[in-house]
């Protein structure tokens, strides 16, 4: 089974900085990941697909980068909606999510 | 629209068993892997099981495997998960949703209590 550890826990930015999320594999995962925001009482919304790809409707203020076991999401320009839970996921025959970072003002 | 609408949870007692179902409109169904997801209060995602397009494959996560089943019926654009054999810590907000790549639809949940 993959596990997925995402840091940090909880980043603290401003609207208009930069955040930098981090995903690690416990094995390759090749480009099978992607991530999510939630916001509370929401239910998660698809950012990023196949590592790099964004999903419809998705602002290029978010990108993706990595392949193996190594990925990142990063957010350019932070503004006030973005503030809210991140998660990545692997989409091999198991799946699995990881813990979540909260980007927080 | 595109909606996907769960149905089905609610308070059951340890060992129990509840059948949750997800109503799929405004989208293309039969063409899909579909997915349940479970979020425990206060805590993050998990993913419980998905499903092929024809329902020939199916895939659990290891806590749940021999208790219970995913199933979909495309005439019906539905999706299934039977749960058998009930434990406190199957206690969560289910979702279900579509996709293979990503999950890109998502319902807004089902909240299924495990407690006597």
């Known amino acids: 089974e993959v596990v997925l550890t995402q840091s940090p826990g909880t980043l603290s930015l401003s609207p208009g900085e930069r955040a930098t999320l981090s995903c690690r594999a416990s094995?390759?995962?090749?480009?099978?990941l992607a991530w999510y925001q939630q916001k509370p009482g929401q239910a998660p919304r698809l950012l990023i697909y196949d590592a790099s790809y964004r999903a419809a409707g998705i602002p290029d203020r978010f990108s993706g980068t990595g392949s193996g076991t190594d990925f990142t999401l990063t957010i350019n320009r932070l503004e006030p909606e973005d503030f809210a839970l991140y998660y990545c996921?692997?989409?091999?025959?198991?799946?699995?999510f990881g813990q979540g970072t909260k980007v927080d003002i | 629209e595109v909606r996907l609408v769960e149905s089905g949870g609610g308070l059951v007692q340890p060992g129990g068993s509840l059948r949750l179902s997800c109503a799929v409109s405004g989208l293309t169904f039969e063409n899909y892997w579909m997915s349940w997801v479970r979020q425990a209060p206060g805590k993050g995602l998990e993913w419980v099981a998905y499903?092929?397009?024809?329902?020939?494959?199916?895939y659990y996560v290891d806590s749940v495997k021999g208790r219970f089943t995913i199933s979909r019926d495309n005439a019906k654009k539905s999706l299934y998960l039977q749960m058998n054999s009930l434990r406190a810590e199957d206690t969560a907000l289910y979702y279900c949703?579509?996709?293979?790549?990503?999950?890109?639809?998502w319902g807004q949940g089902t909240t299924v209590t495990v407690s006597s």
């Open positions: 094995q390759s995962v090749s480009n099978n």
């Open positions: 949703a579509r996709g293979h790549k990503g999950l890109e639809f």
């Open positions: 996921q692997h989409y091999g025959t198991s799946r699995s």
């Open positions: 499903i092929k397009q024809d329902g020939s494959e199916k």
